[in-house]
């Protein structure tokens, strides 16, 4: 990993999304492009990818890359993207980021057993899947098992409780509560045991004393 290289700006933004379509059946791609919600849907995005501003990163591995929205915002500051996606259609996003200028080795498969070789990748991203997994701390050990000693994983994931599904059930989302079964406390609590270390966390709140999101950048222990 080399930080010496200028920094990038990286973000999401309604122009980089522009002729984005979603790619597969719980891509949530068209709530960030909306006048209102889109806004905070980029916003707990954005407040992750500016905890790797800065930095350049030689291998990264996105998990859960849907429509490839991320990887276009991180490509700047990476060297060689891949990505995994239990639903997306690889071929759909390999080719928006292609009409880009950008190239990624994409693939469908799952975190519970990442097809990759270990101490392979310099950085790890994944936003608003773990969430969805009952079986969280497998899913942690096998990012760690793919960072190389020191890499860094950047986890974001939505609160999960009775007002955020409130919320959820007012933009169209029905039933959010049977999706979203793992709260991000119980994930943050197995961090240590899968060999991770919080850097830095962020949190974005609509409120004072309600986080509505949560964004960790992890670190892999040497």
Known sequence: MNNNRPQADLQLTTSLLEGLVPNGPTDPIAYYKRPLIGRFFRERINLGLRMIAGRRYGKALEVGYGAGAVLLAIAASVDE???IDLDADPALAEEWLGSHGRTARLIKGSVYELPYEAAEFDLAVCFSVFEHLYQYEQGLREVARVLKPGGHFLLGMPAVNSIMELGFRAIGFRNI??????PPRAVSSAFDRAGLRVTQHERL???PGLP???????EKAA
């Open 177 to 182: 509560n049977e999706r979203h079964v793992t």
């Open 205 to 207: 709140r609509l409120l």
């Open 212 to 218: 509505l999101y949560f964004n960790w950048l992890l």
């Open 81 to 83: 993207l891949h990505g």
